[in-house]
């Protein structure tokens, strides 16, 4: 089925799909190293680039193929890079596009191992970096030098919540020549698809929303145009990154139902940010549904939907955090995010702990900042679940 032109419910279930010789009505699992060639003269055409077809697994996998096609369908991308974890995507990214002298701006409260393997090992090899608060478009301007080569956004950051103005953002890199990357991995596709708004690469953490099922960890790019997927893809393939088969299996089976689970997540995230905001033992909230955040009309103007997300304070910082963190039943006190089930955990000295203090205060990741990733529980448990966590303060 040609599902270019059908909506996007329909992509999630179909798009990618190939019928093998048997007729399987699912993506079958490709569970091999190496292809076989006809002949000597088949095979010097597949690696001549002559003929269509498969090598190598590190190479290209029908199963990894299928995937790579649904998600740029997904994002209305040319291709994508289906990659072994969300990790392999980011560092595949600084090597396709980064060389010795280059630099590059980012969101500073960015997910800190993003951070981390760029000011730790990238930068051993003479990549610059700067981290600014990207929700202030002015930065951006500020912070980019003759050297820039690109702007990686996370937008809703993680775990601050804050928004980044895409369009915007992207207008500044573009008249500087500067390529665009965003982080998509806290809206996924169903909320907000960034190469619409301008930007040139979509990355993903296919562990979360996209697989939805915390049962295996991956990654994605997505290239709006050809010529900046073929330096991703190339890197991919010489770095050795690629995905296995039966994880691009199990996220093929999972992401069918994105958009029901994203939905319902995003409908309970609503009910229990309004809780939160009127309870008498929260400081602060962020989530971008409530019309006391902040940047509510910048998330209505560039997303569809506000997401499952949620940053809090509670009165009694970090230890009143603590409490509610060791008190909490339903949810699961882990890193993560974009299952079924809800998750809590504390950024400062778990997701963002290779961040210095000062990185983090600079990029608003407080101390008492507890991040609560809701699931598609019945709302009325994850309310209760927080209540009893919350009285124990």
């Known amino acids: 089925m040609d599902t270019k032109n059908k909506g996007f419910d329909t992509k999630l279930v179909h798009a990618g799909d ?39 697994t590190r190479i290209g996998n029908p199963t990894i193929d299928a995937l790579e096609n649904k998600l740029a369908q997904l994002e209305n991308g040319f291709r ?140 994605a790019l997505i290239a709006k145009d050809e010529d900046v997927y073929a330096k991703l893809r190339k890197a991919m393939t010489y770095m050795g990154g690629n995905m296995d088969p039966h994880q691009a299996y199990l996220v093929i089976r999972g992401v069918k139902t994105l958009s029901l689970r994203v939905e319902r997540a995003q409908e309970n995230a609503m009910k229990v940010a309004e809780y939160l905001e009127a309870h008498p033992k929260v400081e602060w909230i962020k989530y971008p549904g409530l019309k006391s955040f902040a940047q509510h009309e910048l998330a209505k103007k560039q997303m569809s939907g506000f997401g499952s997300m949620i940053s809090f304070g509670v009165k009694g910082g970090l230890e009143a955090g603590k409490i509610v963190m060791d008190n909490v039943h339903l949810a699961k006190l882990a890193v993560s995010l974009g299952g079924v089930e809800s998750l809590i955990q504390h950024p400062a000295s778990m997701t963002h702990a290779a961040m210095t203090k000062e990185a983090r205060i600079e990029a608003d990741i407080t101390d008492e900042l507890v991040r609560y990733a809701v699931g598609i529980e019945n709302v009325e448990d994850i309310i209760d679940d927080l209540d009893q966590a919350l009285a124990k303060i």
């Open 80 to 219: 994508g890079v289906a990659l072994a974890s969300g990790m392999a995507a980011v560092s595949t990214l600084y090597t396709a596009l980064l060389k010795t002298g280059d630099h590059m701006v980012s969101t500073g409260s960015v997910y800190g191992p993003s951070r981390a393997v760029m000011e730790s090992i990238f930068a051993d090899f003479g990549v610059e970096s700067t981290y600014t608060d990207t929700s202030v478009i002015e930065n951006i301007e500020k912070a980019i030098k003759p050297n820039t080569k690109l702007l990686y956004l996370e937008t809703p950051a993680n775990p601050t919540i804050q928004l980044t103005d895409i369009v915007e953002a992207c207008k500044i890199a573009h008249k500087h020549n500067i390529l665009v990357c965003v982080d998509n991995t806290f809206s996924s596709p169903v909320l907000q698809k960034p190469l619409d708004l301008g930007a040139d690469i979509v990355l993903h953490s296919l562990t979360k929303f996209i697989n939805g099922h915390a049962d295996i960890v991956g990654g």
């Open 18 to 56: 190939f019928e093998d010789e048997f007729g399987s009505a699912v993506t079958p699992i490709y569970q091999t190293s190496t292809f076989s060639f006809k002949n000597a003269d088949h095979g010097a055409n597949l690696f001549a680039g002559k003929e269509k077809g498969f090598i190598y």
